[in-house]
Nanobody, 124 residues
Framework: QMQLAESGGGLVQAGGSLRLSCAVS????????MGWFRQAPGKEREFVAT???????FYADSVKGRFTISRDNAKNTVYLQMNSLKPEDTAVYYC??????????????????WGQGTQVTVSS
């Protein structure tokens, strides 16, 4: 069993930055790829970024060059650094833990556990 807790969301002006954190409890953190998804009102949850257990990173085209995902295995924590934020980045951001030993986790169905989400609002 794993528990995930996101933090770091808030209100920011367009062009600003935020850093999201996801603290994870559970013994299999190092064996799982981790990811960030987001969900805007009336839309489906969409992939943002993922980092594999060995540090490979994959991004959605919409955030490539602006967002950076990282992980600290000693702290069981995943981060999402978001720069050059746009109003269209406004959403609830969710952290997820991928299936055990699955490398690429790009779909919601690839995940075993989710956090409760943190709101990010970007004003124009």
């Amino acid at each position: 069993q794993m528990q995930l807790a996101e933090s770091g969301g808030g209100l920011v002006q367009a062009g600003g930055s935020l850093r999201l954190s996801c603290a994870v409890s559970g013994s299999t953190f190092r064996s799982r790829s981790m990811g960030w998804f987001r969900q805007a009102p009336g839309k489906e949850r969409e992939f943002v970024a993922t980092i594999t257990w060995n540090g490979e990173m994959f991004y959605a085209d919409s955030v490539k060059g602006r967002f950076t995902i990282s992980r600290d295995n000693a702290k069981n924590t995943v981060y999402l650094q978001m720069n050059s934020l746009k109003p269209e980045d406004t959403a609830v951001y969710y952290c997820g833990a991928g299936r055990l030993w699955q490398r690429k986790v790009l779909k919601v169905s690839d995940y075993d556990y989710w956090g409760q989400g943190t709101q990010v609002t970007v004003s124009s």
